[in-house]
């Protein structure tokens, strides 16, 4: 069966986030169930250089301003990629969504319909040997493919997409409707419109032969007023047409047993290493090298959505319990402001780094106790299951993705061996720091932590089970006979 991801990000050749792994990995857990799977993303900067074997595939003039072509190519890591090459749209350096001055560049419209559009060129045929059975959105820059589709007067492939992250939705001034070539008739609640606006992810919720998102509890959130962002109604309506798959890893670049960013190497059945990471993390950060202090950190985008005001709350907590913190991010300046003088008024307790440094991640995964990550919603979330691979155990708030990768070392799963973290409900400073008097209960009864460390490291994180899923939602979209 072949299918077509749209998407604005992959790994390794664009990435902002966690899309970008998801739209890098999942192609290749799928090729495992014998499905041919394509990624076509936009021609930023550096994306063509990334490419091995291009041959330009489909030449268009003028597509939204300007010629266009596609070009076909492997990607380092083996993803078969279409690339929109449309410098008059992509050709630009930075951020690919925002300008220099942090604001949305303003042909966005245009930028991501580009992409839609040409999903919807490749879905009806227009590659001639190459057509797909399956055209999957992911997110709202992909999100009027399916609504071309939908539109078009063709025989069209199925259509799935992916949520994300709603509260990022694509909302355009209604004026245009006519140079994205939609429709006045599709200008409905029934159709792009949403609050007098065109709405990219309305349109391919709305359109979409099938929505997925990146976790089942997710998928249940979304339905509510809380965490629906005004699309509640629409996925309520759509229920049956929407599943909740957890995303994965890749568990073959992170592996403890083969990482060569960290300082030992250290497996489930070998753990000694572990505690060589904790050494080497806590001399990097300037921190007293102490095997015995519990030893958090926080890999994140510092941001309300992160819940990193509750940790900064709570640092008098973790310092009386003993702890030491190890942080590694950037955002919000408040929050940067508030870890930064953290760090100054608690030396060789607290320590890290504002930015984003990847060698310096996989260290802390694999030399830090727990990771904490107090999220206020998270859809699916990668780093908890980081954590996971590298017997980090997760804190993290009971939600969305965190709710379904991590089981709370309660007195019932603690019996039954089955806990490999922490949970706490509801987002707040309180429940946090409740939390954290667990933790260091948990912590002190060495043997009871290490079983939870081991099963932790043991659960499958990585992509097979999700890409069995997908696969057999792709099935159900597509009768065996019309493969």
């Not at 014998?34 to 250089?49: E, Q, T």
């Not at 300008?99 to 559009?117: K, M």
């Not at 699309?231 to 073959?252: F, K, M, P, S, Y």
């Amino acid at each position: 069966m072949r299918v077509l991801f749209v998407a604005s990000e992959l790994y390794p050749l664009v990435k902002t986030g966690g899309l970008a792994d998801v739209c890098g990995a999942l192609p290749l857990a799928l090729a495992q169930q014998r499905f041919d799977v394509r990624a076509l993303i936009p021609a930023y900067p550096g994306v063509l250089d990334g490419l091995r074997a291009q041959v330009t595939r489909l030449r268009m003039d003028p597509l939204f301003g300007g010629a266009v072509r596609v070009v076909a190519g492997l990607s380092e890591t083996g993803t078969q990629v279409f690339a929109l090459d449309a410098p008059h749209l992509f050709a630009r350096k930075g951020n690919p969504y925002v300008g220099p001055d942090g604001r949305d560049w303003p042909d966005n419209h245009l930028r991501f319909g580009a992409l839609s559009w040409m999903a919807r060129e490749i879905g009806l045929g227009r590659l001639g040997d190459w057509r797909p059975d399956i055209v999957h959105a992911h997110d709202w820059q992909a999100g009027l493919a399916p609504a071309y589709l939908a539109l078009s007067r063709d025989r069209r492939p199925a259509t799935v997409i992916t949520i994300h992250n709603i509260a990022f939705q694509g909302l355009f001034p209604a004026d245009t409707l006519t140079p994205l070539r939609l429709p006045q008739s599709a200008f409905t609640p029934e159709g792009v419109e949403y609050h007098g606006k065109v709405g990219f992810l309305k349109a391919g919720l709305h359109y979409a032969d099938q929505i997925t998102t990146v976790s089942p509890t997710y998928a249940r959130e979304i339905q509510t007023p809380e965490f629906g962002e005004g699309l509640d109604g629409l996925l309520r309506h759509r229920a049956r047409q929407l599943t909740g798959i957890v995303n994965g890893i890749d568990a073959g670049k992170c592996n403890p047993a083969a990482d060569a960013s960290i300082a030992a190497r250290y497996t489930a059945t070998k753990p000694e290493g572990k505690g060589a990471n904790k050494a080497a993390l806590q001399s990097r950060l300037g921190l007293q090298v102490n095997a015995a202090a519990p030893l958090f950190c926080v890999i994140s985008r510092m941001s309300a959505q992160k819940g990193l005001d509750l940790l900064l709350a709570n640092l008098p907590t973790l310092l009386a319990g003993g702890g030491q913190l190890a942080v590694l991010g950037n955002g919000d300046a408040n929050l940067e402001t508030g870890f930064r003088n953290a760090m100054t008024a608690n030396p060789g307790r607290i320590g890290g780094v504002i930015g984003y440094d990847e060698p310096l991640a996989h260290l802390m995964q694999a030399g830090a106790d727990v990771i904490v990550v107090p999220s206020r919603f998270e859809p699916c979330g990668l780093t908890q299951l980081y954590g996971l691979r590298y017997g980090t155990l997760p804190l993290v708030a009971r939600l969305g993705g965190l709710a379904d990768t991590v089981i709370d070392a309660n007195e019932a799963a603690m019996h039954d061996g089955v806990a490999t973290g922490f949970q706490f409900a509801p987002v707040t400073t309180e429940a946090l720091g409740n939390a954290f008097t667990r933790v260091f209960e948990l912590y002190a009864r060495k043997d009871a932590w290490r079983q939870v460390v081991h099963r932790a490291m043991t659960r499958k994180v990585g992509w097979q089970e999700p890409a069995e899923k997908y696969a057999a939602l792709y099935r159900s979209l597509v009768p065996p006979e019309a493969v």
